[in-house]
């Protein structure tokens, strides 16, 4: 079974600075899909950002991107010039190609954005 | 992002009680899934459903039923509820065209806090 690991329960970052978020995983596939997900204090779940296995290119969106590294599987994720609206918990994901393409959490790492 | 409805948003109940979250989606997509967040340990599958006919338990599906009534409808069912269900409850919708892209993403509704006394 696959397993994703956050060691981070909790993180705090200056306003405007950057941080690094960690995730690791384990699978013995090679076709997956990888996963970051907030959730603010308003309980929603919003994707942040999402990468295919097969792609070498890392994934962007905005100010957020990741570090894949799939022989190391592990899959960071950077927030650049971290705005208060950052603020939330952060689960990365893990979901298979195949079978129940049920997605396996994470723990969550707490972001804390000091003004 | 999908449109996906989940009522209540809150719910307080007590041990014993047949409980029923409601699920629905505006999207058209296929698949529904039902999660369970507890803290400390992110979010896990109850159950899926792949199309109407077609439903499947998660890892921690005991004590726990599911209808899919329509397309955009999935509801979960507590049959007696009991303490150890309190919980977070989200339910998740995503399509699938059989190739990568953003079809295969889940997205969530905003969740059921559900207070078993």
């Known amino acids: 079974a696959q397993t994703v690991t956050q060691s981070q329960p909790e993180m705090s970052v200056q306003e405007a600075e950057t941080v690094t978020l960690s995730c690791t995983y384990d699978?013995?596939?090679?076709?997956?899909?990888l996963f970051w997900y907030k959730q603010p204090p308003s309980r929603q779940m919003i994707l942040v950002i999402r990468?295919?296995?097969?792609?070498?290119q890392n994934a962007t969106e905005n100010r957020f991107s990741v570090n894949f590294q799939k022989a190391a599987k592990s899959f960071s994720l950077k927030i650049s010039d971290s705005q208060l609206g950052d603020a939330a918990m952060y689960f990365c994901?893990?979901?298979?190609?195949?079978?129940?393409?049920?997605?396996?959490f994470g723990q969550g790492t707490r972001l804390t954005i000091n003004p | 992002d999908a449109d996906v409805t989940q009522t209540p948003r809150n719910r307080i109940t007590k041990t014993g009680k047949r409980i029923m979250l409601e699920c629905s989606q505006t999207?058209?997509?296929?698949?529904m899934y039902w999660y369970r967040q507890d803290p400390g340990l992110g979010l896990r599958l109850i159950y899926y459903s792949f199309d109407v006919k077609d439903i499947n338990k998660g890892e921690i599906s005991d004590g726990y039923s599911v209808s899919r009534q329509a397309q955009a409808k999935f509801s979960l069912s507590l049959e007696s509820a009991i303490p150890n269900q309190t919980a977070l409850y989200f339910c998740a919708t995503s399509d699938y065209s059989g190739t990568s892209g953003s079809a295969d993403t889940q997205y969530f509704g905003p969740g059921t806090r559900l207070t078993v006394l």
């Open positions: 990468q295919e296995a097969y792609k070498q």
């Open positions: 699978t013995s596939e090679s076709d997956y899909y």
């Open positions: 994901a893990y979901r298979s190609s195949q079978g129940a393409q049920k997605l396996v």
């Open positions: 999207k058209g997509h296929d698949r």
